[in-house]
């Protein structure tokens, strides 16, 4: 079974703060994928980020980063210079590599950034 | 290109009667899935389409649920008898099915179903 764990519900952050968000998974597969999904109040999943369990190099997006570590099972999240529209939540997500092609997704960070 | 299309995007219906969403991938994009959301949790898987056929149903799909995805385009999800407990957000979402493993999944705006 693959089970994702957000572990903060809310976080407030202040325009122009770092804000990041916590991601721990379980899995039996030795190969998956990792992904971070942005809910905007208009409700529709915007796909942000994925990663491989094969390659554990972190990197940056323009304002995103991620940090994965796969000893501990984590796959953190990092927005840099939080603007309003970033407010929204955000969903952690896994998936097996092949066959199983369901996402198995976490309960959700509530991002609000505080002009 | 456009996205990810759900009709209608908000249902109020009263408990007992049917509803009907429908679902519309990114053109040319051969997987279709299903997710249901309720308040303040993440989605859930439901099923899921490569082109027509229906090749897994979560247990969270009960006998009242149907999928279809007749013509490998468009997919309909079907409710009968609705009950209370089926107000939540219905989500669909599509991957190109080119590749033997997972794909990134894009995702619709949404039904958000209201059940009275």
């Known amino acids: 079974a693959q089970k994702v764990t957000q572990a903060q519900t809310e976080i407030s952050v202040v325009e122009k703060e770092d804000v990041t968000l916590d991601c721990v998974y379980e899995?039996?597969?030795?190969?998956?994928?990792l992904f971070w999904y942005k809910q905007p109040p208009s409700g529709e999943l915007v796909f942000l980020i994925r990663r491989n369990s094969f390659d554990e190099q972190n990197e940056i997006s323009g304002r995103y980063s991620w940090n994965f570590q796969k000893s501990t099972s984590s796959f953190n999240f990092t927005i840099t210079a939080s603007q309003v529209v970033d407010s929204a939540v955000y969903f952690c997500?896994?998936?097996?590599?092949?066959?199983?092609?369901?996402?198995?997704f976490g309960k959700g960070n509530q991002v609000v950034v505080i002009p | 290109d456009t996205g990810v299309s759900q009709d209608p995007r908000h249902k109020i219906t009263k408990r007992g009667q049917n509803v009907t969403f429908r679902c519309d991938p990114i053109s040319e994009h051969n997987r279709l899935y299903w997710y249901r959301q309720t308040l303040g949790q993440g989605p859930e898987f439901l099923t899921y389409?490569?082109?027509?056929?229906?090749?897994?149903k979560s247990r969270l799909l009960s006998d009242r649920f149907s999928a279809e995805r007749p013509k490998g385009s468009f997919s309909t999800l079907e409710i009968q008898r609705t009950e209370q407990g089926d107000s939540a957000m219905y989500l669909c979402?599509?991957?190109?099915?080119?590749?033997?493993?997972?794909?990134?999944?894009?995702f619709g705006p949404g039904t958000r179903l209201l059940v009275l």
């Open positions: 997500a896994l998936s097996a590599y092949y066959g199983n092609n369901r996402l198995a």
């Open positions: 979402a599509s991957s190109p099915g080119t590749s033997g493993g997972q794909e990134t999944q894009y």
């Open positions: 899995t039996r597969d030795t190969t998956y994928y």
């Open positions: 389409f490569q082109n027509e056929a229906q090749l897994e």
